[in-house]
């Protein structure tokens, strides 16, 4: 049980930071991914102040096998680029930019029940199954 309420507070306090530094509202990602125009430049200190704190904390992981919470730590292992990442990559910018959201903060916009979020999220939904879907299916012809 005691996971289950920090995992909720870690989403929560991160669902606020979104809030807060709003990386919830389209119009202000678009502004950032706009460099030929009107740009905005403030989400970049926003993920400026995520690397300061992320960066550490992975430090820290590298050294310990266990969590405060005392569960097993695993690491990625697989570092290299394939068609795979720079595919996967790449749908992600293009939804980023087309729709202003990304996963996260279309989430955490959904508490406000606006129309946008909702259909981004199910669309992401069903983009995520489908994908499930082709992978299962592509594996039982390449196995």
């Known amino acids: 049980m005691t996971i289950i309420i920090f995992a909720l507070l ?53 050294k310990r096998f266990r969590t405060l919470l005392d569960i097993d730590i695993t690491m990625p292992t697989k570092n290299d680029i394939d068609s795979s990442l720079l595919i996967g990559a790449a749908m ?30 199910a669309a992401m939904t069903v983009g995520m199954f489908g994908f499930g879907l082709f992978r299962k299916k592509a594996d039982g012809l390449n196995g």
């Open 10 to 62: 870690s989403g929560v306090l991160f669902g606020v930071g979104l809030t807060v530094s709003r990386m919830i509202d389209p119009s202000k990602v678009i502004g950032f991914l706009d460099v030929t125009g009107a740009w905005d430049p403030s989400l970049a200190f926003v993920m400026g102040g995520a690397l300061l704190v992320t960066v550490p904390a992975f430090m820290i992981a590298k």
């Open 92 to 121: 992600f910018g293009v939804g980023w930019g087309l729709g202003g959201f990304c996963p996260g903060p279309a989430i955490s916009a959904l508490s406000f029940g606006l129309e946008k979020p909702l259909i981004f999220v």
